[in-house]
C-alpha cells in the first residue's frame, strides 16, 4: 500500500516568512495528492490539492509543487500570518476505481511567531 | 446543507462495552469512509464504502464493524471497547475518492 513520510513534525517561522513542508510518497500509482489544516478540536479542512497532471498550483498566499518524478510533493505558504499556526497534513491516494481512501502523513505543527 | 454530522461529540466507554458511532451527510456523496486520529500519528484510514452496500477494510480494520444500508448513512460499530481505540474517530464524504470532506468528529476514551 501507500506509504506518505512527512517533514518537518514541528516548524516554526517568524510571522511574514515563508514556509515550507514536504512529503515524499511511495505509490508511483497515487495521483491525487490534498493538504490538509487543522486547528485545534477542530476538523481537517481542505486548503489545496494537485493531480498528477500539473506540477504546480497556487492559491493566493499557498501553493504547492508535485515532482512525480522523485515521488515528493510540497506546501509552500508566504507571507505567514498568525492565523496560518495549525497542524498541517499532506495525503496521497490514487484516485479511481479500486482506490482505497487517502494515506496521510503524520503532520507538522506549524507556529508563526509575532 | 448540514454536511457531514456526527455523533455523539463525546463518549466514554468502559472495557468490553459496545458502541455505535454515527455519521451522516446530505451531500448525496457516494463515497464515505472512517478514520482515526491518534497524536503523532495522523488520520489512519479504518473502513470505507464506495456506495450503499459495498464496505471495504482500510489500514486498521481490526475491532471495528461498519455497514452501508443508504447513501447517506455509514456507522462504525465497535463490538467490545478496548482501551487502545481511544482516539478521535472522523467520518469523511467525498463525490469520488479525493475530495473528501470531514464531520466534527467523535471524541471515544475507553477506561
Known amino acids: 500500500g501507500e506509504n506518505v513520510e512527512q517533514h518537518p513534525s514541528t516548524l516554526s517561522v517568524q510571522e511574514g516568512d515563508s514556509a515550507v513542508i514536504k512529503c515524499t510518497y511511495s505509490?508511483?500509482?497515487?495521483?491525487?495528492f490534498p493538504w490538509y489544516k487543522q486547528e485545534l478540536g477542530k476538523r481537517p479542512q481542505l486548503i489545496i490539492d494537485?493531480?498528477?497532471?500539473?506540477g504546480e498550483k497556487k492559491d493566493q498566499r499557498i501553493a504547492v509543487t508535485l515532482n512525480k518524478t522523485a515521488k515528493h510533493f510540497s506546501l509552500h505558504i508566504t507571507e505567514t500570518q498568525p492565523e496560518d499556526s495549525a497542524v498541517y497534513f499532506c495525503a496521497a491516494t490514487y484516485s479511481g476505481g479500486g482506490a482505497d481512501g487517502l494515506t496521510f502523513g503524520k503532520g507538522t505543527h506549524l507556529i508563526i511567531q509575532p | 446543507n448540514a454536511g457531514v454530522t456526527q455523533t455523539p461529540k463525546f463518549q466514554v466507554l468502559k472495557t468490553g462495552q459496545s458502541m455505535t458511532l454515527q455519521c451522516a451527510q446530505d451531500m448525496n456523496h457516494e463515497y464515505m469512509s472512517w478514520y482515526r486520529q491518534d497524536p503523532g500519528m495522523g488520520l489512519r484510514l479504518i473502513h470505507y464504502s464506495v456506495g450503499a452496500g459495498i464496505t471495504d477494510q482500510g489500514e486498521v480494520p481490526n475491532g471495528y464493524n461498519v455497514s452501508r444500508s443508504t447513501t447517506e448513512d455509514f456507522p462504525l460499530r465497535l463490538l467490545s471497547a478496548a482501551p487502545s481505540q481511544t482516539s478521535v474517530y472522523f467520518c469523511a464524504s467525498s463525490y469520488s475518492q479525493d475530495e473528501q470532506y470531514f464531520g466534527p468528529g467523535t471524541r471515544l476514551t475507553v477506561t
Open positions: 505509490d508511483s500509482a497515487s495521483n491525487y
Open positions: 494537485i493531480r498528477s497532471n500539473v
